[in-house]
């Protein structure tokens, strides 16, 4: 089991300044050599260079740059730290492995001051690079020396990962679950425990449309489509979807809105009476309830039309929903913002400070411009960007997805961020202190049979709320999220997720790594 394989191998793992109690300071009577990497995939040439390495000195360090200082690609590392780590500590040649928390290894080799520094033999090629240079003069400095391995066979860890990215999904999961002390059964207890817990989530209701209609022809003398309507059938979403897929999965729910005074707002509210979801709206008679209509013709959407006013909300319809928030009694409050007139600049820092002083407060900007800003939710509890909203937020477009969720974290001042990466699956960050080995880690996507996507995010971020609310593990809210953004996946449409769904996608993955084991 992988548990046991921790077990063995984490005594193996040590920091700097343990090595150097370890091993004291030079002269000693055992030479000690230090190499240095990324080993994101373990490969042959990986092999070679530590194996030389060891015929050169009695005891082995390898040194791995920590995830956040990797920029080799979007999405690197495949490998988390913890468990490139073990792998490493695994390997019978190696006495003790360190993941360096800096950008590189200057400051450990100051530390440790090894006897050796081995690279490998693409470094040596004409003049050093300077970086190689620098750890050089830092190595001679006090009398070590930097030594090149044989370079009979290159390989590239990128251009392998490029070819084929590993599949370590259970191990991330399962070393995710070690490090929260999290079992199966600790999920299942926390679905349980999610029901009746007080929720009131505040946001813009939309009603989505699909038109269906059959293809007639088009025309000839000017370029339009010509269709016959045969059916309409209306769906509550937004806001709103968020509201009952936390009614779905157990919780006390006050959905406040702003509604147009029209036939969807009846639409709405009867939906999400029947539902179970306490709407405390606000009918506002200068706009219209928000209204998408996909016009569908042979499964295809052919256009979109869009009824709604994205101006900002008046003083009073905003002080309605700040009175709503605050005078509610209530143990979460989830914002869910998707621009439509309820959040802005100007609305935002009050309705923030009306929320009830114990509660537990959620952001989420779901948004396809760059209008909304998921960082103007300052100091709450988790936001659950998606990368897309991330960079949107940030104007960064180049950014690997670690950096930027570290940008976002220090811009918002969270408590926990989970940001959605779609099939790559969430990245979760939990700490200010981003050179800290314990500040984030990546879950990948349970889903693999999706039908449409939509809903995903809706989903985890109903679920991870409420895990939150119940066990204050990150770990945790992040997997029964992102166990709910799967189960969703599965559906056709936005269907909410029921704590039946979950616990049958919890059994699912426990009997896939048992069998694996």
Not at 9 to 35: F, H, N, S, W
Not at 215 to 223: D, L, R, S, V
Not at 441 to 455: K, L, R, T
Request: glycine residues 6%; contains cysteine; proline residues 4%.
């Amino acid at each position: 089991m992988l548990n046991s394989f921790a077990d063995r191998y984490r005594e193996k793992i040590k920091t700097p300044q343990e090595l150097r109690e370890i091993l004291g300071a030079p002269p000693r009577d055992e030479r000690v050599i230090m190499c240095h990497g990324v080993f994101d995939v373990v490969h042959p040439g990986h092999v070679r260079h530590l194996l030389y390495a060891k015929s050169k000195a009695t005891i082995l360090i390898a040194s791995l740059t920590a995830d956040r200082h990797i920029s080799k690609g979007n999405y690197r590392p495949h490998v988390p730290q913890d468990l490139r780590a073990l792998n490493l500590a695994a390997f019978e040649m190696i006495d003790y492995v360190l993941v360096d928390p800096n950008p590189t290894p200057i400051e450990n080799l100051q530390i440790i001051k090894p006897d050796f520094f081995a690279k490998g033999y693409e470094y040596t090629s004409g003049n050093l690079p300077p970086k190689t240079q620098e750890e050089k003069d830092v190595i001679e400095s006090y009398g070590g020396e930097i030594i090149f391995t044989p370079g009979d066979i290159v390989y590239s860890s990128s251009a392998l990962i490029e070819l084929a990215p590993p599949s370590i999904s259970h191990e991330k999961l399962i070393n995710v679950m070690d490090r929260d002390g999290l079992s199966f059964d600790d999920l299942r207890r926390i679905l349980h425990e999610m029901v009746g817990h007080k929720v009131h989530v505040v946001g813009d209701t939309i009603v989505d449309t699909y038109t269906q209609c059959a293809m007639i022809g088009g025309q000839t003398k000017t370029p339009t489509m010509s269709v016959l309507f045969e059916s309409r059938k209306d769906y509550v979403g937004g806001a709103g979807v968020v509201a009952k897929h936390l009614k779905a999965a157990g919780a006390q729910v006050v959905f406040s809105t702003v509604l147009g005074d029209d036939d969807l707002k009846d639409f709405v509210l009867e939906d999400l009476q029947s539902f179970g979801v306490d709407c405390d709206a606000v009918i506002d008679e200068t706009r219209p309830t928000v209204n998408k209509n996909a016009i569908v013709a042979a499964g295809y959407r052919l256009l979109k039309v869009d009824t709604l006013d994205n101006s900002s909300i008046s003083d009073k319809v905003l002080a309605r929903l700040t009175k709503s928030i605050s005078d509610r009694e209530t143990d979460a409050v989830v914002f869910s913002d998707f621009r439509h007139g309820i959040f802005n600049r100007r609305t935002i820092p009050g309705l923030t400070n009306a929320i009830p002083k114990n509660a537990f407060k959620v952001g989420d900007s779901q948004v396809a411009s760059r209008w909304g800003n998921v960082t103007e939710f300052k100091e709450f509890d988790l936001i659950t960007p998606n990368e897309r909203e991330a960079r949107f937020a940030l104007a960064d477009q180049d950014s690997g997805v670690r950096p930027l969720a570290c940008s976002i974290y220090d811009l918002a001042d969270c408590k926990t961020l989970i940001m959605k990466m779609g099939e790559r699956g969430v990245l979760t960050c939990t700490s200010a202190d981003h050179e800290s080995l314990e500040s984030f880690f990546v879950i990948d996507s349970f889903a693999d049979d999706v039908v449409d996507a939509v809903g995903a995010g809706d989903a985890l971020l109903a679920y991870a709320t409420l895990s939150m609310m119940c066990n204050d593990s990150a770990g945790a809210a992040t997997i029964l999220g992102s166990l709910a953004a799967a189960c969703e996946c599965s559906f056709d449409g936005n269907r909410p997720v029921t704590p039946d769904d979950v616990h049958k996608k919890i059994d699912g993955v426990e009997r896939s790594i048992k069998f694996e084991q």
